[in-house]
Structure formats: C-alpha cells, structure tokens
C-alpha cells in the first residue's frame, strides 16, 4: 500500500506565497510521475502542475509563472511553490502519483489540502 500525504496549506492574503508538500510513503518500487491538482467548491478537479521522471514540468495556464514544481527523488516528495495567489487560487489541492507497487502500476491521491487566499 502507499500513502500520500499533503502538507503546508492554509490561508494567505492575495499576492502571498505558500510551498505545499507531498510525501510519498509505502510499498514504493519506483515513481514516474506527480501531479497537483485543485478542486474550487462547485467545480471540477483541475489539473495544476505536473512532473515526471526525465520530464519537463507542465503548468496549467493559470498559473505559469506564478506556480512551480519541483520533487525530491531521494524523499518520493514533490513541491508545489505557489507565489502572487489569487482569490481564485482558493481550493482544495490534491497531490497525484503514478507508483510502481507489487509489480504492476497504480495512481493514488492525497486526501487534500485546504487553500485560501483572502484579505
């Protein structure tokens, strides 16, 4: 079994900073690609950003120069730096991974993290 797990939400005024993190933990043979994803209230989970292994990062384009995506492959950890948030960056963000576990292929999800960029 894996486990992801989300940390470093919460609330931020607009135009702040906040890096989310999300460790991978478990049966882990190798893992070839994370992905954030956020989910505002009354609407669909969205892809935000991706990485994979030997790949370029891949934004959505609500939030190229603003988000970037880094991991750690030593610590099964990816990042998420979020900088000049929005109200709309409000969400839920939800970290996805592609594992390699028990000899076959699984994708898992965080149980997700609150963001909210008020005054």
């Known amino acids: 079994q894996v486990q992801l797990v989300e940390s470093g939400g919460g609330l931020v005024q607009p135009g702040g900073s906040l890096r989310l993190s999300c460790a991978a933990s478990?049966?882990?043979?190798?893992?070839?690609?994370m992905r954030w994803y956020h989910q505002a209230p009354g609407k669909q989970r969205e892809l935000v950003a991706s990485?994979?292994?030997?790949?370029?990062?891949d934004y959505a384009d609500s939030v190229k120069g603003r988000f970037t995506i880094s991991g750690d492959n030593t610590k099964n950890t990816v990042y998420l730096q979020m900088n000049s948030l929005k109200p709309d960056d409000t969400a839920v963000y939800y970290c996805?991974?592609?594992?390699?576990?028990?000899?076959?292929?699984?994708?898992?999800w965080g149980q997700g993290i609150q963001v909210t960029v008020s005054s």
């Open positions: 990485i994979s292994t030997g790949g370029t990062p």
């Open positions: 478990g049966s882990i043979v190798r893992i070839n690609a």
């Open positions: 996805n991974a592609l594992v390699l576990s028990g000899g076959t292929w699984h994708s898992y």
